[in-house]
């Protein structure tokens, strides 16, 4: 590419700042300014992507550079199976020079890596750098910054409130709408004997030319990826992106709640909003998210404790996560409270255990790159812990694997939440527990090889004899902790001798983990 009259500003895009209303674009000016879009095979190596998870990013990326030409502004659109930039430091640097560009203008990205790579780049070429607020958010992080102030511990509940507070969603008269700011208690229902009952399929969109293109050089290229992309069906353009929302309020959203923390081997989806990719693309805007589900609730369409607990997933959690990732960057990334140490299981990438509900967990997650919060919090996260897992090595495993995974999200959510890595500063307690809380929120232990039921022997569970060491090994710091107190008081009617056999049972488990 020869090089070409200066340009003023380079407007780099990237594959998860599909927004059409991006702060990147204020004040653009097409005869001075170009946009720019990179593939890059980083983005799909760094971690050892998902395919279905590289082909999402790069089919929204490909038609989203189409709204963009569609607007009649100049856009260089570098391609992986053309340019094959190997990062986007790379193609970036190549766009410098062919426009001799006097500055760089891009969204907060949401992963520091890329963040920093970009800023290095930009600085080695002498280009201005301009970096914008993303305001998608709701909370910017200044914002959450200045909520968060210098405590040591943060909670997502007394956040939440705050946002509530300060955006007046299901408020009245400053009081939360029926008198009550949570109704998680209402929503934690298992099926029973009898299983999910007439559950509505999620709407179908089916890949068109450019999905089609990009699926084909995916199985090509990343033919050695963990995945498939037989089953890919993700909104890949803001169409879509509302198609799906229409369809979660009217079909799925009433009956949300009571279920969202149940699981069942034949259910894949349930009623979960599958909106997760839409939002962390940003080919939808929360506020219009939050907006339908509150509107459905005053429509009388659905009830109180299925809004409130699915608003609370965006207005709440999502922004709270974002919060904290830039809050405690880079130190989370390598936090290892319990000092745990273990590789991760090859079948964490195969399935191939004999654990049900992480063979069902597992491999639902490879054919279609989505597991709910529960599959990822109680089962594969669950385990990590209790497997002494190290934090790092299973956290690439959920940003590798997921469809919806980038890392300000990723991040916090899997070694701040699942995983306790950082010691609690914004959750309670470890979430671990026995085989038999699967049992009852599931019919995974039905057929399995393992008993919930049974600590030690042939037979025991794995969740259930880990579980119990963890405690065993945790008892003062869990003793000493009103929300697992009650947990230590049963681990202390054992005899010392069955104590023992649990530990000497969990040492021959974790001695090797992927014979389980």
């Known amino acids: 590419m020869s090089k070409l009259a200066a340009v003023r500003n380079l407007v780099l895009i990237l594959g998860d700042q599909l927004d059409e209303a991006s702060a990147a674009f204020d004040g653009f000016d097409p005869a001075q300014d170009r946009v720019v879009m990179i593939e890059a095979v980083e983005e799909s190596t760094h971690v050892w992507t998902h395919k279905a998870r590289i082909a999402l990013f790069l089919s929204a990326m490909r038609h989203f550079s189409l709204v963009i030409e569609s607007r009649g502004w100049p856009i260089d659109y570098r391609k992986l199976d053309v340019e094959n930039d190997e990062s986007l430091a790379s193609g970036l640097a190549v766009l410098i020079d062919t426009y001799q560009a006097k500055g760089v203008i891009l969204v907060e990205p949401g992963d520091l890596r890329v963040r920093d790579s970009l800023i290095d780049l930009v600085t080695k070429k002498g280009c201005t750098t301009e970096i914008r607020a993303d305001r998608h958010f709701i909370c910017s992080i200044d914002q959450f910054k200045r909520w968060a102030g210098t405590s040591k511990t943060l909670r997502m509940e007394f956040f939440y409130r705050d946002m509530r507070k300060r955006s007046g969603v299901l408020m009245e008269d400053e009081k939360p709408i029926g008198g009550q700011w949570n109704y998680d208690a209402e929503n934690r229902k298992s099926f029973g004997k009898s299983g999910p009952q007439d559950v509505p399929m999620p709407p179908m969109f089916a890949p068109d030319a450019i999905t089609r293109d990009v699926i084909a050089m995916v199985e090509s290229r990343f033919s050695d990826h963990p995945g498939a992309t037989a089953h890919f069906n993700w909104p890949v353009t803001r169409d879509d992106a509302l198609i799906a929302l ?120 490879l054919d279609y790159g989505y597991a709910h919060h529960i599959q990822r919090l109680m089962i594969t996260g669950m385990f990590g812990v209790t497997a002494q897992i190290e934090p790092q090595q299973l956290c690439d495993w959920y940003l590798s694997v997921y469809v919806d995974a980038i890392e300000w999200v990723e991040l916090p959510n899997t070694a701040g939440m699942a995983l306790f890595a950082n010691g609690g500063r914004f959750t309670s307690k470890p979430y671990v527990a026995s085989g038999a809380y699967v049992k009852r929120m599931s019919n995974y232990c039905d057929g399995c090889r393992y008993r919930p039921d049974q600590k030690t022997g042939a037979n025991a569970c794995p969740l259930t004899t880990l579980y119990w060491n963890f405690l065993d090994t945790h008892e003062a710091s869990f003793a000493s902790n009103p929300r697992t107190a009650l947990m230590v008081k049963n681990l202390q009617r054992m005899t010392d001798e069955e104590r023992a056999v649990i530990r000497d049972e969990a040492k021959r488990m974790l001695s090797d983990l992927d014979a389980l």
């Not at 349930?270 to 506020?287: A, D, I, M, Q, V």
């Not at 907006?291 to 404790?305: C, H, I, N, Q, T």
């Open 246 to 365: 229409r369809n979660f309020i009217e079909h799925r959203l009433a009956e949300f709640g009571p279920h969202q923390d149940a699981m069942w081997t034949t259910l894949h989806f349930g009623w979960h909003s599958l909106l997760s990719t839409s939002l962390n693309l940003k080919l939808l805007n929360p506020r219009e998210v939050i907006a339908a589900a509150e509107a459905a609730f005053k429509a009388r369409r659905v009830d109180l404790a299925s809004a409130e607990g699915f608003i609370r997933q965006i207005l709440g959690w999502r922004e709270f996560m974002r919060g904290v990732y830039f809050l405690d960057m880079p130190a989370m990334k390598a936090a290892n409270h319990f000092g745990h140490k273990n590789a991760l299981p090859k079948w964490y990438w195969n399935g191939q255990t004999q654990m049900n509900c992480l063979k069902h967990c597992v491999n639902q997650t």
